[in-house]
């Protein structure tokens, strides 16, 4: 039990370190969805670092995600083990909420576990299958797909999540929507970046607003996916990043690159008070 609280403490540490977006929305939970929550998030995470992943080539990356894709998918559990084997040669540079996700499904309550593996085994097959691709998206069906597993999916996730705990039943196409609203205020975000290392999410022949409203129509749908939740406290997680995500696609439109850490707090305080 000491063991177990101390994982959880860590995992909100490592949580706090990845992400300013949905630290916030995930303490603000109450115990039980919170620890659910963080270690579901950071199971995404860690392959999502992978991906991401400016020191690996995109055949290293492929071979990473439909290894631990397997192994996330193998019916007699998690192979710990053989997961630390596989990214031994690159423990080095990966950071440690990758190293750790044997780690974050440990927490992760038994009734749910399932799901959340699943969700993000089939999330690394297909982050796998557009690393082979070089992430080039031409039309908006590419981009809808590679937004649906990079981020769809947690979308997914989290209704499967609230499902279990309290019987919320939602949507599954507007959770993708919600996911997919975030991503893509994410790309428009990270442009410049992203082109620096050399890959596009923006479709061939799209114009910038072509983008622009393609975040808002998804954002959009993201609203109407909280209207089939009756409770309060995911509620209140579900519209921290939503509004943040709105705020900072209005700051893009005006040239900004983001928003400040006062607007993000005046933000959560609005929505929390």
Not at 126 to 148: F, H, P, Q
Not at 221 to 230: A, E, T, V, W
Not at 240 to 265: H, Q
Request: charge should be negative.
């Amino acid at each position: 039990m000491i063991e177990n609280k101390k994982l959880h403490k860590e995992a909100m540490h490592v949580l706090k370190l990845t992400s300013r977006t949905f630290y916030i929305p995930i303490n603000l939970l109450e115990p039980t969805l919170k620890n659910t929550v963080a270690s579901a998030y950071l199971c995404m995470r860690a392959i999502d670092e992978i991906e991401d992943h400016e020191m690996l080539d995109p055949k290293t990356k492929q071979a990473l995600l439909y290894a631990t894709s397997a192994l996330l998918n193998n019916e007699n559990g998690f192979d710990v083990v053989k997961y630390r084997q596989l990214l031994k040669e690159y423990e080095s540079i990966l950071p440690e909420v990758t190293l750790r996700l044997g780690d974050w499904i440990m927490i992760c309550p038994e009734g749910i576990v399932g799901k959340v593996k699943e969700s993000t085994s089939i999330m690394a097959n297909g982050m796998a299958d557009w690393a082979g691709k070089g992430w080039y998206i031409r039309s908006e069906e590419e981009l809808n797909d590679y937004t649906y597993y990079v981020a769809g999916l947690v979308g997914v996730m989290l209704s499967d999540i609230w499902k279990w705990y309290d019987n919320t039943e939602t949507d599954t196409d507007l959770a993708i929507a919600f996911g997919r609203g975030l991503q893509s205020v994410n790309i428009l975000r990270n442009q410049q970046e992203d082109h620096e290392r050399g890959v596009n999410f923006i479709p061939d022949e799209w114009e910038l607003d072509d983008m622009f409203h393609y975040a808002t129509q998804n954002l959009s749908l993201g609203k109407k996916y909280m209207k089939d939740i009756n409770n309060r406290n995911i509620l209140l997680f579900c519209k921290i990043p939503l509004a943040l995500a709105e705020k900072t696609l209005k700051a893009l439109k005006n040239g900004r690159e983001k928003i400040s850490r006062k607007e993000v707090e005046t933000i959560v305080g609005e929505i929390t008070k």
